[in-house]
């Protein structure tokens, strides 16, 4: 990686900090107006439903950013806690019941970001100093975004099938212009305040070849790659989401900046554009692609975790 500074990099990005004034902490799901919800029901016309989060503490373990744990889920109570006389209903009547526990990271499954999940230069989205991260979030937890939810109208561009291929390769890029090609080739259009979900076929590589294969030697994730002309993208098309089936939702070190996440920097830190990372997008890319129809309703609804850095969540596209 080289030495160039993400402060650097980033210095004549667009920003939306004081849009929606000094203490907005919502970010550009405002953008996501009454009439940006009608417009993602319009996109409904089947009634199908596709649920695109992962499956949360399997055994084999789950996909989750280096140095993350899998989910640790465990049974409190169960019905051997009967047969061992462990535990005793409070009351009598014959009812039993099983109680669990789930140990994770907010961001160790299909989940959205808080804006103030990532930062640079010591300030948060919209100014807020990173100090209020401390002992929880003050400032941009998932909670205003949890209170405002995530619909509108979705859009899947699946750049693994455009390049006629099951899967991106470890690293791959993909610019604007990929993005405009794939869309143009799907016959679909990308509106203002659309939420874009970009396959990349990148996660199923944990499940069909296990953890060596997805890790390799270097974590190095497909994805879209920092450009001046795709951040200015996201600014004017007042994008308020996007999501992928990537861990990080981009190219993990930006082969046009040689720095770590930059778009983390340009987008969620600066525009306040909601992260909706690791989802698995087949089951909707293989009827996309069966019927044509690339739009569709998109429903996020992140949990009110008070001062959480991000929320797991099980996003769910109607078409
Ligand atoms: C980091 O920003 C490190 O992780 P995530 O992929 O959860 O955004």
Known sequence: MSERDITEVLADAPSNWGKWGDDDETGALNYLTEAEVLRGVQAVEHGRTFTLGLPIGRREGDPV???????DHYMELDKGHFESGKFEMPAAGGLEYADDVIYMFLQGTTQFDALGHVWYDDQLYNGFDAGTTKGGMGRCSIEPMADHGVVGR???LDVARHRGRERLDRG???TLDDLEACADEQGVDLRPRDIPLIRTGWIELFYEEGEE??????????GITYSD???EWFHEM???????????NEQTVSDETETLLPLHGALLRDQGVAFNEINR???LADDCAEDGKYDFLYVGSPLKIVGGTGSPVNPIAIK
């Open 154 to 156: 979705g859009v899947l």
């Open 172 to 174: 791959e890029r993909i």
């Open 213 to 222: 294969a997805f890790y390799g030697d270097e974590f190095d994730e497909p």
């Open 238 to 248: 007042e994008i308020p989401a996007f999501g992928t089936d990537t861990i990080a």
């Open 229 to 231: 002309d795709l951040v």
């Open 281 to 283: 997008l087949d089951e």
């Open 65 to 71: 950013w280096p140095g993350r744990s899998a989910a």
